[in-house]
């Protein structure tokens, strides 16, 4: 079952056209929404979740219609391109709202409101947490050494580090994902680093927590071993 399906679906708004004859089959798993301004997504996505009704044509999530099923709206989430509270909500019904939505009761909500969460590991989330720190601070470290401009220093925290922290299971479990996708994404390191504090605060990991721990400390012992050959060398170093 496709997790979203549309057949010639349409949007108009007045005279201007936000999404034309649009069929399409969304499988389960990730998929990027990738077009130019004004080619439609953000029209696309809220057909999608049910927040405009179609001019024209059909679209169905999770196999059901979305527009006013609000049995099915329940079973999705959104998170909007802007910013923006309920007026009709304070500040601390609206974290204790986000806090339900993992799963908490609403007592437990507003306790973690005050409170803070429970860390059911706390030795080891302080371990994962100085194992981290040292393992980027080493990375950043290399990075400095070898860019020779400041477009060079971004280019790793931009282009390799934030793609494979979302790609890392930060807001999702890997579990989510296809088979083979799960397998793929394993190489990323990230995902053994994000796995260790998970299980440190709620004692819940994708991966063995001691492999997250073994990876975590070969991935600093490379940026180690790389950093140690730049002194030995005096790659990029002046004398």
Same mark, same amino acid.
């Not at 969304?26 to 179609?54: C, D, H, R, Y």
């Not at 371990?127 to 060079?152: P, Q, R």
């Not at 793929?184 to 994708?206: A, E």
């Given at each position: 079952?496709?997790?979203?399906?549309?057949?010639?679906?349409?949007?108009?708004?007045?005279?201007?056209?936000?999404?034309?004859?649009?069929?399409?089959?969304?499988?389960?798993?990730?998929?990027?929404?990738?077009?130019?301004?004004?080619?439609?997504?953000?029209?696309?996505?809220?057909?999608?979740?049910?927040? #405009?009704?179609?001019?024209?044509?059909?679209?169905?999530?999770?196999?059901?219609?979305?527009?006013?099923?609000?049995?099915?709206?329940?079973?999705?989430?959104?998170?909007?391109?802007?910013?923006?509270?309920?007026?009709?909500?304070?500040?601390?019904?609206?974290?204790?709202?986000?806090?339900?939505?993992?799963?908490?009761?609403?007592?437990?909500?507003?306790?973690?409101?005050?409170?803070?969460?429970?860390?059911?590991?706390?030795?080891?989330? #302080?371990?994962?947490?100085?194992?981290?720190?040292?393992?980027?601070?080493?990375?950043?470290?290399?990075?400095?050494?070898?860019?020779?401009?400041?477009?060079?220093?971004?280019?790793?925290?931009?282009?390799?580090?934030?793609?494979?922290?979302?790609?890392?299971?930060?807001?999702?479990?890997?579990?989510?994902?296809?088979?083979?996708?799960?397998?793929?994404?394993?190489?990323?390191?990230?995902?053994?680093?994000?796995?260790?504090?998970?299980?440190?605060?709620?004692?819940?990991?994708?991966?063995?927590?001691?492999?997250?721990?073994?990876?975590?400390?070969?991935?600093?012992?490379?940026?180690?071993?790389?950093?140690?050959?730049?002194?030995?060398?005096?790659?990029?170093?002046?004398?």
């Amino acid at each position: 079952m496709s997790a979203i399906a549309t057949d010639h679906l349409s949007k108009w708004y007045g005279q201007v056209s936000g999404l034309n004859d649009v069929t399409v089959s969304v499988p389960p798993g990730i998929t990027g929404l990738l077009g130019p301004n004004g080619a439609g997504k953000s029209t696309f996505m809220k057909l999608v979740t049910g927040q #405009i009704k179609p001019s024209k044509g059909s679209i169905r999530v999770l196999g059901e219609p979305i527009w006013e099923n609000h049995e099915l709206y329940r079973r999705i989430g959104f998170c909007p391109e802007q910013d923006a509270f309920y007026d009709r909500m304070t500040g601390l019904e609206w974290v204790s709202a986000l806090v339900g939505l993992n799963g908490f009761s609403e007592q437990r909500s507003l306790s973690c409101c005050f409170l803070g969460f429970e860390v059911l590991h706390p030795f080891w989330m #302080i371990s994962f947490l100085v194992l981290t720190s040292v393992t980027f601070s080493l990375l950043g470290f290399l990075i400095g050494i070898w860019a020779d401009s400041w477009e060079k220093i971004q280019i790793v925290p931009m282009m390799v580090v934030t793609p494979l922290t979302f790609l890392g299971g930060s807001f999702y479990s890997i579990s989510m994902l296809p088979p083979v996708w799960q397998k793929i994404t394993l190489f990323n390191p990230v995902v053994y680093l994000i796995n260790g504090f998970r299980w440190s605060f709620y004692g819940k990991s994708d991966v063995n927590v001691v492999l997250s721990v073994s990876m975590t400390f070969l991935f600093m012992l490379i940026c180690l071993s790389i950093i140690t050959w730049m002194f030995r060398t005096g790659y990029k170093l002046k004398n």
